[in-house]
């Protein structure tokens, strides 16, 4: 699809290397750091709250594994098992409401504008955001913006209930918004739920975990674990 586009004929064949280019590191940093980032702040939630690692222990102990354990092997669970995990579902996008992988997102005004709050943007002027801090704004997310409380995804019942993209933006929103999305979010799960399924993840004493300041959202000083198989745990 990418070698077929970008279709615009006004485009200079320059102009098009450039943009193939830039969306193929933007596929290598998205599959490797962007994921990565997510599930170190999600064990990092884990960890800390050991009530959500509970409900998503028991939500996947209600499904059918896609390798059972009979020789001893981790059970895994594949994307299609995981479509009905809702509270694993929502724990990542709480995660990353939170952690934003791409913490900060820039936009060019295509020409004069005005902003929803009264801010006049002249032609060319850049606009950066900062997604980490509207994952903390009460006026967006309500009194209990700084809690980590998955239920926030859910409607009654445990089905999932879907933000509009303008207000979760960790995806970007609009015609520039991931186009990995999907397969990001299915591949942090089966990442997720085959380790909490199979192993405890305890944080070591003492380690302090903190955002890293760099565009993507890395922790500071890694995230120390001790991990156990479950049985033994
Ligand atoms: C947790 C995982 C991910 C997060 C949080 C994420 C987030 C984002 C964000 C915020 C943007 C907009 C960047 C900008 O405006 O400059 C973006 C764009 C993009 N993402 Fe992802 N992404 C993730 C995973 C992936 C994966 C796995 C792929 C592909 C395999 C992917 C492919 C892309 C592409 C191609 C774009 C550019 C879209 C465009 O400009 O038209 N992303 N992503």
Redesign the pocket.
Known sequence: MYMASPSDPAMTDEQKDRSLRD?AV??MF??KD??A??LAWLFYMICTHPHVEAKILDELKSLRPTAADDDGAPVVFDSDTLRSATYLHAAVLET?RLF???PF??KEAAGDDVLPGGTTVAKGTRVVFC?YAMGRIEGIWGGDCREFRPERGLAPGGRARPEPSYKF????AG???????D???S??KIAAAAVVYNFRVELVGGHVVEPKDSVVLHTKNGLLVRVKRREAA
């Open positions: 969306t933007g596929f998205a599959a962007l994921i980032a997510a990353l934003p992988s791409a997102e820039e997604l933006a960790a995806f970007n015609p520039r918004s991931c186009l990995g999305k397969l990001g979010l591949n942090i």
